[in-house]
């Protein structure tokens, strides 16, 4: 019963570095979304998908890219990390609609960006 | 676009007291939820109670429940016998329609012995 499962649980980068955090579910959810989490600030939303082959930039996009070629996978990537980009990262699923629209979020990734 | 407030930034409550954490939201949309997230230290994003607009009445689950104000805007969350476990942040959250979710910035919930 894994839920939503993100990898890596901690990442540091240098500035201009790219990567990809993953993000996995396993309950056939339509809806996946990216988060970031900074001090102070509850979890604003980067991107989402409401099914396989389509996203949408959600309040922050800027600096982040997403694709969603499954039902199940939906990596983010940073193509040139910035110190900007410091934060905890939560990736969540869900039902599209309706009374099933709870999200289910991952353990989180802290990555830090020097 | 909408907005969530959580007026509180820490709370604190004794043990087998009851707390009321308030949340505001400002929106034009008629069908939306709203959430209670509780984070403990763990980081993990845990549901502790969902509201449908379309709905009057209260949802209450076991010790929490909520005070939806529909008209005033306003989902605050009422813990009752307060548990040394239910120390966390707490964040309200708003979905709409179209599944775009806003969070508040939380408030932080102490529970004294």
């Known amino acids: 019963n894994a839920g939503v499962t993100q990898t890596p649980k901690f990442q540091v980068l240098k500035t201009g570095q790219s990567m990809t955090l993953q993000c996995a579910q396993d309950?056939?959810?339509?809806?996946m979304s990216w988060y970031r989490q900074d001090p102070g600030m509850g979890l604003r939303l980067i991107h989402y998908s409401v099914g396989a082959g389509i996203t949408d930039q959600g309040e922050v996009p800027n600096g982040y890219n997403v694709s969603r070629s499954t039902t199940e996978d939906f990596p983010l990537r940073l193509l040139s990390a910035a110190p900007s980009q410091t934060s905890v990262y939560f990736c969540?699923?869900?039902?599209?609609?309706?009374?099933?629209?709870?999200?289910?979020f991952g353990a989180g990734t802290r990555l830090s960006v020097l | 676009a909408q907005t969530v407030t959580q007026s509180q930034p820490e709370m604190s409550v004794q043990e087998a007291e009851t707390v009321t954490l308030s949340c505001t939201y400002d929106?034009?949309?008629?069908?939306?939820?709203l959430f209670w997230y509780k984070q403990p230290p763990s980081r993990q994003m845990i549901l502790v109670i969902r509201q449908e607009a379309y709905k009057q009445q209260n949802a209450t689950e076991n010790r929490f429940s909520v005070n939806f104000q529909k008209a005033a805007k306003s989902f605050s969350l009422k813990i009752s016998d307060s548990q040394l476990g239910d120390a966390a942040m707490y964040f309200c959250a708003y979905r709409s329609w179209n599944n775009d979710m806003r969070f508040g910035a939380g408030t932080r919930l102490t529970v004294k012995p």
């Open positions: 309950m056939n959810h339509e809806y």
């Open positions: 969540a699923s869900s039902y599209r609609g309706g009374q099933k629209n709870i999200q289910y």
């Open positions: 929106t034009s949309e008629s069908d939306y939820y």
